[in-house]
């Protein structure tokens, strides 16, 4: 299906910017991970946010998503691994599927952490940041999986399911990836495993890595006072965009993002 809008991130800048899209009369699909893996969610009391004070951040989550659902906004659960602009129209793979929008906001959060010795070296040549993608190409070989939180687990699971001898490392500290053509072997936190494939499962990609070319001001993604990025039709919000990293920030960036995107699709 076709959408005028696709959000990458189903935080409050991305629920936020999926509201106004839909108040201006243009379809939003939000992708993001379950409601449950997002960071707010494990807030005990947001108190600083006007109008909502002493709520949990699993209840503010709750209430947001519910706000943008009435409104017609549509969720999908999944990483976004890879967007291509092509003529009028972006084509985003989710996963193993792909969905098309005439325009995006980013809103996947802050990115913590850099890239593991040989990730990039060997990044499709054994390194993978998708089961459901890849996992077919090594059934019945040895593969590690490195992942962050419960859906992870799950696409360990579906590696197994398929006939993949599965490893499975959580958070680690440390990461090294090596090989010669391909990988061979992965240490992580000192232990080192010899595997064909490594699946690096965070709950999102790198900005950068997802659009090649995107201007950032150190780690975080450069825009204007309309949200809009230095990519045509790519918008940004939230803690991506850098601080402070508030609800109420997100939020706001969240509506303006939304109704640029909504006006840059009006002039298609």
């Known amino acids: ?64 998503r519910r706000h943008a659902e009435d409104a017609g906004v549509v969720f999908q659960t999944g990483r976004v691994i890879s967007a291509m602009a092509l003529d009028d129209t972006w084509y985003v793979s989710i996963g193993a599927e792909m ?31 998708c089961a459901t993608c890849d996992g077919m190409l090594y059934r019945g070989k040895s593969v590690a999986v490195i992942g962050y939180t419960d859906s992870a687990r799950h696409e360990a699971d579906f590696l197994s399911s398929i006939g ?36 690096l499962l965070r709950p999102a990609m790198a900005p950068t890595d997802i659009f090649p070319g995107l201007a950032v001001e150190g780690s975080f993604v450069k825009v204007d006072r309309k949200m809009a990025t230095n990519i045509p039709g790519l918008f940004a919000a939230g803690d991506c965009t850098g ?8 939020i706001g ?6 109704q640029s995107a909504a006006a840059y699709v009006a002039k298609k």
């Not at 913590?112 to 040549?125: A, H, S, T, V």
């Not at 402070?244 to 920030?249: E, F, Y």
């Open 1 to 64: 299906m076709s959408y005028d809008v696709l959000i990458l991130g189903g935080g409050p800048a991305g629920m936020s910017a999926a509201l106004n899209v839909r108040a201006r009369g243009r379809s939003a699909l939000v992708v993001s991970n379950p409601l449950e893996e997002n960071p707010l969610w494990k807030a005990e009391k947001v108190d600083n946010h006007l109008g909502m004070p002493a709520q949990s951040g699993a209840e503010m989550l709750a209430n947001l």
């Open 99 to 129: 969905e098309n929008a005439k325009a995006l906001v980013l809103a996947s959060g802050v990115q913590r952490g850099k890239k593991f010795p040989g990730e990039e070296e060997y990044l499709g040549r054994g390194v993978s940041y």
């Open 164 to 199: 993949c001898s599965v490893t499975y490392f959580e958070k680690p500290k440390t990461c090294l990836i090596e090989g010669g053509a391909s990988v061979e072997r992965v240490t992580v936190n000192g232990e080192t495993l010899e595997c064909e494939c490594v699946f």
């Open 243 to 250: 601080g402070p990293l508030q609800v109420s920030k997100a």
């Open 253 to 258: 960036e969240g509506l303006i993002a939304g």
